[in-house]
Nanobody
């Protein structure tokens, strides 16, 4: 079992930055692909970024060049650095752990409770 707890969300003005953290406990983090998803009000949950244990990375086109995902296997933490934030980035951001570097939610077995990110215009 893996438990995931996100933190770092908040309110920021457009153009600003936030760094989200996801702390994992339980089974060895290094064995898992770690991903970030987000869900805006009235919309489906969507893929944001993912990183595997050999540091291969994938980003959604909407965040490429603005967001950076990284992981620290020693401290069992995954980060999402978000720069140049836009109002359309407003959503609940979820951390997830899975077995393959993928964009579909079904590939992830464990999920955190989410952290709210609000970007004002």
């Amino acid at each position: 079992q893996v438990q995931l707890v996100e933190s770092g969300g908040g309110l920021v003005q457009a153009g600003g930055s936030l760094r989200l953290s996801c702390e994992a406990s339980g089974r060895i983090l290094s064995l898992y692909v770690m991903g970030w998803f987000r869900q805006a009000p009235g919309k489906e949950r969507e893929f944001v970024a993912a990183i595997n244990y050999v540091y291969s990375i994938d980003y959604a086109d909407s965040v490429k060049g603005r967001f950076t995902i990284s992981r620290d296997n020693v401290f069992k933490t995954v980060y999402l650095q978000m720069n140049s934030l836009k109002p359309e980035d407003t959503a609940i951001y979820y951390c997830a752990a899975g077995a393959s570097l993928a964009r579909n939610m079904d590939s992830y077995d464990y999920w955190g409770q989410g952290t709210q990110v609000t970007v004002s215009s």
